[in-house]
């Protein structure tokens, strides 16, 4: 292929220029002279490419591929490594399929424990969620496959995603939409970035000028392509213009004879049909797979999945070490969920598993199964639960397997309940009445209510875990692996104690973002709000302590460390999280937010130091109006936690890398936060004017609260003119 420049795009024929901006079909680009076409295909945890019948939503069949767990399981994982891996075994697939680019990962923010594709997303917080699409982006496109980091941005709800209008404030989408995608784009240069089909405060993303190009390219530095969402584009011509460069689907000649007829009308400046066209030619040339698809390893690939999912499911609850499961025990395996699980989610990430082992194809030899209930139903069966419930009777120890059915949760729609079916919530009090050794494992592609928590003494959280569902689930039974999994997202008692109940999905054509920043563990832990499980909760078969915990500012950055101990007896992992909360910045603002994390492996009575650099960010807030990251000196509280509510450190620190707390004095200017924030130039316009002293004697009189919660422009109150206020102001802003 000839090395593609803007010469050789110039040397294309107008009609040639305009096949290349949109699909030449469902998943591939236009072919023109001196460039083949490339493959696109979704999608984040395996590879979904049809080779016949094209459909976005996974209902027609695709290549045999290795089903991996999906982003909420492997996000629970909390394992930038293990993230890179996944994006290394995902890239080898598409490379052996002649894939260009894969259509992944999805990096929106779980906002709504209703929202249908909240399994495909990572975490209600953008620091993890940001972590894990920048490994698994280094992974894939280390295997010289690119991706297309998903979907951009905003799209947090399924039900008429299509023309809702996400309508949010600049912080809380810079602070919690934005960063993730942020994060990935500087740190792992994805080869593209895939626009949503929403819009973000009355604009469609697909020609959001201000999203393409301004944020994402001027400001963030992106130089790949910008690809629709499927049938994303409403008006071509100006999705164009706004930074939009592959139209996708292809609308075929329609789309072709659109372009050409508004270049030549000037209605199109041919200069951006050609940036565009050749961005597209670029990805092509970068990215694109010649020659005949080839094996490589599924079983290998399957083992992996496994491991992921070890790395991955949490151990909820585990009173009285009900888990680990002793091998000699007689086993009750009861649940149509063990039999037919639910391993990944529907819609467009739907894979072709090469090789799925069930819950019951792996159960220990001598385990006996009821299948309970019904998944198609949520009606009890009078049979079905006289089985369970004698089995049950003759079996020492329970394992009960429940979820939500396919039919609940899926790309295209959002959920209307966080409650498991009627038919698994009674045959699992019935089964706790008979037998109190019942241990829960849930399968589910989001947050469930568990009403029922209290009754059973373990909660094994295993998601949406891939083919391999079956192996990993009882590594973690039966202790083969020591569960190290937290969670990505809280778990609240009930639906309605989330910050986005009732407005989530009441308005066809707005979604008001009125929780702003308090998403997820941001809402409940500033408002003391208990959850069933927070963020960042999951227990180990062992035991970790937290100790000697130091924070030190030096040579321009900030350093934490501090030692952590396996204080049990067998080998785990802990995910040692740390969070910051700004104490000093005159802003609304969450109680702590996760700034790092680490998972430390430890051996029984094994410590480690950790040391970690906090950088700038970590201490900054957007400020919508000097459009900057203002990091503020001043007081901060650094948290180590074991979960966000599980605090395990912590330590007050004056923070003095940021920007000193400008208090530019204006007659608004309350005399408390002048005098809270006296800057060198405040004490000396103080001193000059005399006013030092006065408002001395004013703020140490029984008044002082009053006096300090006033303007500078009231405080002819106490006997000061407006001409020394002025004054004083005129000296202090010099
Ligand atoms: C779907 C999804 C997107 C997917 C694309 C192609 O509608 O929103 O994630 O990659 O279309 O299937």
């Given at each position: 292929m000839t090395k593609v420049d803007l010469k050789f795009v110039e040397g294309l024929t107008l009609a040639e220029r305009a096949s290349l901006?949109?699909?030449?079909?469902?998943?591939f680009t236009a072919e023109v002279p001196g460039s083949k076409k490339m493959m696109l295909t979704d999608g984040p945890s395996g590879l979904r490419k049809q080779?016949?019948?094209?459909?976005?939503?996974?209902?027609n069949d695709s290549v045999d591929a290795v089903c991996f767990p999906c982003s909420a399981l492997t996000a629970a994982s909390f394992d930038d490594d293990g993230l890179l891996k996944l994006g290394q075994h995902l890239g080898i697939a598409a490379k052996a399929e002649r894939?260009?680019?894969?259509?992944?990962?999805?990096?929106?923010?779980?906002?709504?424990?209703?929202?249908?594709?909240n399994f495909e997303y990572f975490s209600e917080d953008p620091l993890l969620a940001g972590r894990m699409a920048t490994a698994y982006v280094k992974g894939v496109q280390s295997e010289d496959v690119g991706v297309s980091v998903k979907h951009?941005?905003?799209?947090?709800?399924?039900?008429q995603r299509f023309t809702s209008s996400s309508n949010v404030d600049e912080r809380t989408m810079r602070e919690i939409y934005l960063a993730q995608f942020e994060r990935v784009v500087k740190q792992?240069?994805?080869a593209t970035i895939m626009c949503s089909y929403n819009k973000i405060n009355g604009t469609l993303n697909s020609q959001n000028q201000r999203l393409l190009?301004?944020?994402?390219?001027?400001?963030?530095g992106f130089t790949g392509l910008v690809m629709s969402d499927?049938?994303?584009?409403?008006?071509h011509v100006a999705a164009l213009k706004a930074g939009l460069d592959l139209e996708m689907p292809g609308n075929g000649q329609a789309s072709v004879d659109e372009i050409v007829q508004a270049v030549n009308e000037g209605r199109l400046d041919e200069a951006i049909l050609n940036r565009s066209a050749l961005r597209v030619l670029k990805m092509v040339e970068r990215w694109g797979s010649e020659g005949e698809v080839s094996d490589y390893d599924k079983e290998e690939q399957h083992r992996f999945a496994r491991q992921l999912a070890d790395d991955g499911i949490v151990l909820l609850k585990n009173d009285d070490q009900e888990?680990?499961?002793?091998?000699?025990t007689k086993l009750a395996v009861i649940g149509e969920l063990a039999e037919h699980p639910r391993y990944q989610g529907a819609g467009s990430s739907h894979v072709n598993a090469h090789h799925l082992v069930s819950p019951l194809d792996a159960m220990p030899a001598g385990a006996r199964y009821a299948q309970?209930?019904?998944?198609?139903?949520?009606q009890e069966d009078e049979q079905l639960t006289a089985a369970a419930l004698d089995l049950a009777k003759q079996s020492d120890q329970v394992v009960f397997f429940a979820g939500f059915p396919?039919?609940?949760?899926?790309?295209g729609f959002d959920k209307t309940?966080?409650?498991?079916?009627a038919n698994q919530t009674e045959l699992l009090a019935k089964l706790r009445a008979v037998n109190p050794h019942l241990t829960v494992v849930l399968q589910n592609g989001s947050v469930v209510a568990m009403?029922?928590?209290?009754?059973?003494p373990a909660i094994v959280e295993t998601y949406?875990?891939?083919?391999?569902v079956g192996e990993a689930t009882w590594d973690i039974l039966l202790g083969r692996v020591n569960p190290s999994g937290k969670l990505s997202e809280s778990f609240p008692?009930?639906?309605?104690?989330?910050?986005?109940?009732?407005?989530?999905?009441?308005?066809k054509n707005n979604e008001n973002y009125r929780e702003g920043l308090l998403v997820g563990y941001r809402y409940y832990d500033s408002k003391h709000l208990p959850v069933r499980f927070p963020f960042g909760h999951g227990l180990s078969y062992t035991s970790f302590q937290y100790s000697d915990l130091a924070v030190k500012q030096a040579d321009g950055q900030l350093t934490v460390s501090f030692k952590l101990t396996n204080t049990g007896q067998v080998a785990g992992k802990e995910v040692a999280q740390i969070y910051v909360g700004n104490r000093v910045s005159m802003i609304e603002k969450p109680a702590k937010e996760l700034r790092d994390f680490v998972k430390v492996e430890l051996e029984p009575g094994q410590s480690k130091t950790i040391s970690r650099v906090l950088p700038r960010r970590a201490f900054a807030w957007y400020n919508p109006e000097q459009e900057v990251w203002q990091a503020d000196n001043g007081e901060y509280e650094i948290f180590i936690g074991s979960s966000v509510a599980d605090i395990r450190l912590h330590q007050r620190i004056d923070y003095q890398?940021?920007?000193?707390?400008?208090?530019?004095?204006?007659?608004?200017?309350?005399v408390g936060d002048m005098m809270k924030h006296q800057t060198p130039t405040i004490k000396r316009a103080l001193q000059e004017t005399g006013l030092a002293d006065k408002l001395a004697t004013i703020l140490n009189s029984d008044n002082a609260a009053i006096f300090a919660n006033i303007?500078?422009?009231?405080l002819v109150m106490a006997g000061i003119s407006p001409e020394e206020v002025q004054q004083l102001i005129r000296l202090a802003n010099a």
């Open positions: 901006v949109t699909g030449h079909d469902f998943w080779a016949d019948d094209a459909d976005a939503l996974g209902l894939i260009g680019v894969l259509l992944g990962p999805g990096v929106n923010i779980k906002r709504s424990p209703l929202a249908g594709r951009f941005a905003l799209n947090n709800r399924e039900n792992a240069h994805p190009t301004r944020i994402l390219r001027d400001e963030w499927w049938g994303a584009v409403a008006d888990l680990p499961l002793t091998n000699d309970g209930y019904e998944l198609t139903s949520d396919a039919a609940m949760e899926s790309e309940s966080i409650d498991l079916p009403p029922w928590a209290d009754q059973v949406l875990a891939g083919e391999a008692f009930k639906l309605s104690d989330n910050p986005t109940y009732p407005t989530f999905d009441q308005d890398l940021g920007t000193p707390v400008q208090v530019r004095l204006t007659s608004e200017t309350y303007p500078l422009r009231s």
